[in-house]
């Protein structure tokens, strides 16, 4: 990352809690244009919850997120919603619109937001469908396709728009090995023909390396890693390295809980002492 | 009852009262929110969504009509049993199209039509934004710029309090010709005579206080259902409870707001 270039994305000191759980602590990130930043975690260490944050769906507790330039977490409804029209998400579900054919949800943010007449849209939603592999299920419902069906309508829905950051919560999860190289393409081509910044959220460490021109790990609150590809793949920090490697022994517990298992299957429920 | 036991018990009800002017202030903001993106839909783009609007209309109204029909229908017999026995008491059972329609148009019309409305419309919307805040589709619409409220509250709204007047005129009709099914089939009473009676006794107030009593109703149910159902939060459970408590919430509303605008409409009209 050049320090020349003025971020598009900056988080700044984010922290975010949960019922007096500490999730986040401490986020920071600067995300120069066109860039792909791939954010590695074990489940449950707060991806979702810091692109949220940063999409503005989420108060951060503290710290700041800026998008532009523009701090999102302050903005009025009417700005906020002015930077909405230039990013796109997918969710980690789809979040696809039940009452609406895969089609229609595509075609929504075209329909609300330009005056492009029905007869283009529809140009519009065959050709981001067919970049998802989907061209043939546009009057399907999305309770009639599968979860990574599901998923691809997701990202083409998130795309109608040609935004220029795209927020990807595990775009290739739940996907075939050929599906998730084809997304894995998508994204490199997204970059590398219109340069779209992007935001991937992944534990599939082979799309990370692939797609990624800087990778940061978060674990326990905090990016505890931040580097490129190449430094990933010959990881000094031991709980990067159990990560990338898959290892079940290592720094990182599976199990989080803070109680004695024995004394919690007995009924006790004492907190360990050690 | 001891002192201690006694301050716990101001507490509690306390906090049971703080918990329903927050949940009326819950309402009361989304009322507006709804007025501002009403008033702004009517005037600049992004317009008001009419196809949305009528579908919605026919969703949530139209399948209701058979409902209300059979129901003011009985209500309406009943009346006549209950009252024809004791007018003829007086030898007044000439009167019994009066009575009759002045308890149906301002009171029972408005009343039962909102009722069964509230089980079709509040529940079928509460559960509808619920599952679609479960499944994330209000938060995806949010990050495409599109407004929930103008979207998804605003057609709703206008549907269902479209409807709740549509429907009052309905059960009004249905109610007191119910009654004179019964004074022509039991009480050998003319139609013609019923019909006339009840129309000369009319006066626009009756007529119109119903109907506007019909459609605050149909936003008390809407803006209750569209609440509930937007602030579900865990899963299925969420918008089960979030869907009896519109049922329930909204009646208790309705047979509240009934009791106001009877008592404003008495004195100061
Ligand atoms: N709305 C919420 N209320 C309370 N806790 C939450 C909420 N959302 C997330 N959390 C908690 O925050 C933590 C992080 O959740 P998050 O969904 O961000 O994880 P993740 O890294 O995306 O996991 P995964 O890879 O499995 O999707 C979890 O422990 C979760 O319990
Ligand atoms: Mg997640």
Request: charge should be neutral.
């Amino acid at each position: 990352m050049s320090e020349t270039v003025e971020p598009i994305l900056e988080v700044r000191g984010v922290q975010k809690f949960f019922d007096g759980r500490q999730v986040l602590k401490d986020i920071n990130l600067m995300v120069a244009p066109g860039e792909t930043v791939v954010v590695l975690g074990p489940s449950g260490c707060g991806k979702s919850t810091l692109l949220r944050v940063i999409i503005g769906e989420h108060a951060p507790d503290a710290g700041h997120v800026y998008m532009w330039g523009e701090d999102v977490c302050c903005a009025s409804a009417e700005r906020l919603d002015r930077l909405r029209q230039r990013f796109g998400v997918l969710f980690q579900s789809g979040a696809l619109y039940s009452s609406m054919t895969v089609g229609e949800n595509v075609a929504l943010p075209l329909r609300e937001h330009t005056d492009l007449d029905d007869q283009i849209i529809e140009m519009v939603v065959k050709m981001k469908l067919e970049l998802v592999g989907l061209r043939d299920f546009e009057n399907l419902m999305p309770s009639q396709i599968s979860g990574g069906m599901r998923k691809r309508v997701g990202l083409a829905r998130a795309i109608a728009r040609d935004p220029q950051i795209l927020f990807y919560d595990e775009p290739t999860s739940g996907l075939d090995p050929i599906a998730t190289s084809v997304i894995g393409q998508l994204i490199i081509d997204l970059r590398t023909k219109l340069g779209v910044t992007s935001i991937v959220v992944t534990h599939d460490m082979k799309s990370a390396l692939r797609i990624g021109d800087r990778i940061a790990m978060l674990y326990g609150g905090e990016f505890i890693a931040v580097g490129t590809p190449e430094d990933f793949r010959n990881p000094t920090d031991e709980r990067v390295r159990q990560f990338v490697e898959g290892l079940a022994d290592g720094p990182i517990p599976l199990r989080v809980s803070k109680t004695n298992y024995l004394s919690d299957l007995l009924g006790v429920g004492q907190p360990d002492g050690q | 009852m001891s002192a201690t036991s006694f301050v716990r018990l101001l507490e509690r009800v306390g906090a049971q009262g703080e918990g329903l002017l927050a949940y009326l202030g819950g309402l009361g903001y989304l009322a507006l929110d709804v007025l501002k993106h009403t008033f702004a839909g009517l005037v600049t783009r992004p317009r008001i969504k009419a196809d949305e609007t009528f579908f919605q209309m026919v969703r949530l109204g139209v399948r209701a009509v058979p409902i209300i029909f059979l129901v003011q229908l009985l209500v309406g017999m009943t009346l006549s049993f209950t009252l024809a026995p004791v007018l003829s008491d007086y030898g007044q059972l000439d009167k019994l199209a009066t009575v009759i329609s002045k308890a149906v148009f301002p009171q029972l019309g408005p009343l039962l039509a909102s009722v069964v409305l509230t089980g079709f419309a509040g529940a079928a919307i509460a559960a509808e934004l619920g599952t679609m805040v479960v499944g994330e589709e209000i938060a995806a619409l949010r990050t495409s710029a599109i407004q929930p409220i103008r979207f998804l509250v605003v057609p709703r709204v206008i549907a269902c309090i479209l409807m709740t007047v549509a429907l009052t005129v309905l059960a009004n009709v249905v109610g007191t010709a119910g009654g004179g099914l019964v004074a022509y089939l039991v009480l050998d009473i003319d139609p013609w005579q019923y019909y006339h009676t009840a129309i000369n006794s009319l006066i626009i107030k009756d007529v119109a206080t119903g109907l506007i009593k019909g459609g605050i109703f149909g936003f008390i149910i809407v803006i209750v259902s569209c609440y509930e159902g937007l602030s579900v939060t865990g899963g299925a459970g969420g918008v089960g409870r979030a869907t009896t408590n519109s049922v329930v919430r909204s009646i208790f509303l309705i047979i509240t707001a009934n009791c106001a605008f009877t008592a404003l409409f008495y004195f100061v009209w």
